[in-house]
């Protein structure tokens, strides 16, 4: 059994029952710090925005806790399909891949029930592309079709930054600022925005397991030298076996597999493990080091 440090990164987390990628194949590790056998890929695209100054100057809402005048908003309506989708690559080469759902027309009436709207306060967030994007990020996470899936990853901005499609933020900031340069030449009061937008996103969780395979051999490896004291490799010069050049093993960029002490180059021995899941020196069977999971996935397909 693997330390729970260590499994964290190789087995999915408990998702949510609603996440259909529970029933397909390993998905990702719950920490985006830590690396993992598992990637995310997001294809967010903006279909539709429209955005325009509300009728007649800024609405009329409570005052301020100075006193004074309420501010400049930005009122956000959000429509969001999206899909999703698992790919799992095994050792040999051979991906499989499954989709889940519909992908749904988001300006379908039946998605007019899951819009979201938003209120951005700050005027100051909206002449700022920097703090908009951060503004656009946290209105996503409130989407329930995203965050049925990734909820749980909420503070993880990496993440979410993926999901803010291309050119949403550029236009909002450029309409505000459009609306400035009225104001300041005198021939428009200040008015809150309305902005609507049209989302389509495609997600991907993707899964190794030869890199699996990779994280599990260091692991084991790690394992032997703890309990041990002694350090497997070595820690003299000597060759690749993959790339026949020169490296230190036991040090930076180095893997020795567990039980034959084999080193090769971290980057040279994963790409040897998409081709096989052995050793390329003995020919030593590494797949009983991944977790259970991964060796049945190996042993089906």
């Known amino acids: 059994m693997l330390p729970t440090s260590t499994s964290s990164r190789l087995h999915p987390p408990k ?173 428009a009061a200040r008015r809150s925005q309305m902005c609507h937008v049209w989302l389509r996103v495609h997600v991907t969780s993707v899964y190794s397991v030869p890199k699996a395979l990779l994280l599990s051999c260091e692991d084991a490896a790690a394992g032997a030298r703890a309990g041990s004291g002694a350090l497997v490799g070595g820690g003299g010069a000597a060759q690749c076996a993959i790339c026949m050049e020169e490296m230190v093993a036991g040090g930076v960029g180095v893997v020795a597999l567990p039980g034959c002490s084999h080193a090769f180059h971290r980057g040279c021995i994963l790409k040897w493990f998409h081709r096989a899941a052995t050793c390329p020196s003995c020919r030593r069977d590494m797949m009983h080091h991944v977790p259970e999971m991964c060796r049945i996935w190996h042993m089906l397909n």
């Not at 309506?77 to 992908?103: F, P």
């Open 15 to 187: 998702r949510p029952s609603q996440d259909p990628t529970n029933t397909i194949a390993p998905a990702m590790a719950m920490s985006s710090q830590r690396e993992s056998a598992s990637t995310v890929q997001v294809d967010s695209r903006m279909e539709r925005f429209k955005m325009y100054p509300m009728a007649g100057a800024t609405p009329p809402a409570p005052r301020e806790g100075n006193g004074e005048p309420p501010r400049q908003r930005l009122f956000v309506r959000i429509r969001c399909s999206v899909r999703m989708s698992t790919e799992t690559h095994l050792v040999g080469g051979t991906t499989l891949r499954q989709g889940h759902g519909k992908d749904a027309d988001a300006r379908h009436p039946e998605e007019e029930a899951a819009a979201r709207r938003f209120i951005v306060h700050d005027p100051a967030v909206l002449r700022s592309e920097p703090a908009c994007h951060a503004a656009v990020r946290r209105m996503l996470t409130h989407l329930p079709q995203l965050a049925g899936y990734y909820g749980h990853r909420a503070a993880d901005a990496q993440l979410w930054d993926r999901f803010v499609p291309p050119g949403l933020v550029a236009r909002i900031v450029a309409r505000v600022a459009r609306e400035d340069g009225l104001v300041a030449a005198g021939g």
